[in-house]
T-cell receptor
Framework: DAMVIQNPRYQVTQFGKPVTLSCSQT?????MYWYQQKSSQAPKLLFH???????NEADTPDNFQSRRPNTSFCFLDIRSPGLGDAAMYLC?????????????FGPGTRLLVL | GENVEQHPSTLSVQEGDSAVIKCTYS??????FPWYKQELGKGPQLIID?????GEKKDQRIAVTLNKTAKHFSLHITETQPEDSAVYFC????????????FGDGTTLTVKP
């Protein structure tokens, strides 16, 4: 089935050690999103790609960066993870321009920072 | 920007009863309102959505109503089952959001057998 895939599902990193989370999609959607979700909270948008155009949220820390080498893949790079960055990271896709701007979420990557 | 308020934050019902979750939004330009169900350890999954040109939409036990004048929309689940237990998020999406949605804070629904 077409879907949004996130790897790994669980990631443990050390304080300050760079980490990369990956997302791939088989939906051929032109928009890809990265969200941070902490326990019992709503997903918080970090940034999104509209095709190749990168759109950063104003309050996303510089510590978070993203790459989208092609339509199917998108990466979240955390340059120097702090304890406060421990969270679930959700990737989502969408097809902007269609009648319904439905977002399809991946299963998430849970990040633990030691 | 858009602001979405969701109530209640927690809801406990007996199996077979109905559950209602309400959301209000601030931006009158918002025109698409999805509802997501998130089970523990999983990503949010779309369960139903409604556009601003429709007042109500139903899919089996789940329905959503929209009042554009009052800027609120509600999720209705009838004949609840234990597997309906999850966190539910509403969201509002409009052209003014430049291709992104604003989420409510979520409602934890518990269905007691």
């Amino acid at each position: 089935d077409a879907m949004v895939i996130q790897n790994p599902r669980y990631q443990v990193t050390q304080f300050g050690k760079p980490v990369t989370l990956s997302c791939s999609q088989t939906l051929n959607h032109n928009v890809m999103y990265w969200y941070q979700q902490k326990s019992s909270q709503a997903p918080k948008l970090l940034f999104h790609y509209y095709d190749k155009d990168f759109n950063n949220e104003a309050d996303t820390p510089d510590n978070f960066q993203s790459r989208r080498p092609n339509t199917s893949f998108c990466f979240l790079d955390i340059r120097s993870p702090g304890l406060g960055d421990a969270a679930m990271y959700l990737c989502a896709t969408g097809y902007s321009g269609s009648l319904q701007e439905t977002q399809y979420f991946g299963p998430g990557t849970r990040l633990l920072v030691l | 920007g858009e602001n979405v308020e969701q109530h209640p934050s927690t809801l406990s019902v007996q199996e077979g009863d109905s559950a209602v979750i309400k959301c209000t939004y601030s931006d009158s330009a918002s025109n698409y309102f999805p509802w997501y169900k998130q089970e523990l350890g999983k990503g949010p999954q779309l369960i139903i959505d409604i556009r601003s040109n429709v007042g109500e939409k139903k899919d089996q036990r789940i329905a959503v109503t929209l009042n554009k004048t009052a800027k609120h929309f509600s999720l209705h689940i009838t004949e609840t089952q234990p597997e309906d237990s999850a966190v539910y998020f509403c969201a509002a999406w409009g052209n003014t959001n430049a291709g992104k949605s604003t989420f409510g804070d979520g409602t934890t629904l518990t269905v007691k057998p």
